[in-house]
């Protein structure tokens, strides 16, 4: 008599879990949507309950995660993380704030406890399409773990950078947080020279609609989030400081003398840029 076989049920292989600190923000909500498509089983830990279609979460699920995501805002950040570590995780942990130094300390406290920590900064805002856009990648000494958040966002069409985290504030407050400023600047000019966005057609040069479309997105952007991009990164006032010296220093070139300090000066700035 032939013995059947008895044929083996493949096993169901079990999602990898995310838990989605600040899910239910601006920035965590497509987060949450890109990992579910990315085909874990993702949880929100947010105070204002989870997105429709995500189950809720909370710290204690940290603590078993293969992924742990923080992207509470600026000013949460920290304690966010804080939060995590006190429940020992044993999965990857990285954040996206666009402030680094309140976290060092606990990126420093993460190592010494065997934590797999990295950092991430998304260059661009909840709304904005990934493919093609610039995405930070901050190795926070465990190299390791920062390859680990190159290859979750992989296949996007992001051009993922690495640098250390101790270097991020320093290159975001000349880059990101200057842009910010000329906008401020910019719009609290132009409204002080009344010259309003509806009354442009027809007589807007294109510098100058260049110059609309930095400062619109200053003014759609939360205040408080506009005013912690600048109070939280310790570059920032020298930054501002560096802009209004620059202003000086125009004037004078501008003004004085035969406009061949000018010209010098244009050429040195268009060799440096270009």
Do not use: C, Y
């Amino acid at each position: 008599m032939t013995r059947r076989l008895a044929l083996r049920k493949p096993k169901r292989r079990t999602k990898r879990t995310l838990l989605l600190v600040g899910g239910a923000g601006r920035m965590g909500r497509p987060f949450a949507r890109l990992f579910r498509r990315k085909g874990f089983a993702v949880r929100i830990a947010d105070p204002a309950g989870a997105p429709r279609g995500f189950p809720a979460g909370t710290f204690d699920d940290a603590a078993e995660a293969d992924v742990v995501l923080i992207a509470a805002s600026l000013d949460h950040a920290a304690a966010a993380l804080t939060a995590v570590l006190d429940r020992n995780p044993t999965g990857l942990v990285f954040d996206i704030a666009s402030v680094k130094a309140p976290l060092l300390p606990l990126f420093s406290r993460a190592r010494e406890g065997g934590v797999a920590i990295a950092s991430a900064h998304p260059m661009f805002g909840p709304d904005a399409r990934l493919s093609g856009r610039d995405f930070l990648v901050l190795d926070a000494g465990d190299k390791a773990a920062a390859r680990r958040v190159a290859r979750l966002f992989a296949g996007e069409g992001l051009k993922i950078r690495t640098m250390p985290a101790a270097e991020h504030d320093r290159w975001v407050g000349r880059t990101m947080g200057f842009a910010h400023l000329v906008a401020l600047v910019s719009a609290f000019s132009l409204a002080e020279l009344g010259i309003s966005r509806d009354d442009v057609d027809g007589r807007a040069t294109t510098t100058f609609r260049h110059l609309l479309a930095l400062v619109g997105p200053i003014l759609d952007q939360d205040p408080a989030l506009t005013r912690a991009i600048q109070t939280e990164n310790p570059e920032a006032p020298s930054v501002i400081d560096h802009l209004a010296e620059q202003v000086e220093a125009l004037r004078h070139l501008l003004f004085e003398g035969d406009g061949s300090h000018l010209e010098a000066r244009l050429a040195a700035v268009r060799a440096a840029l270009r």
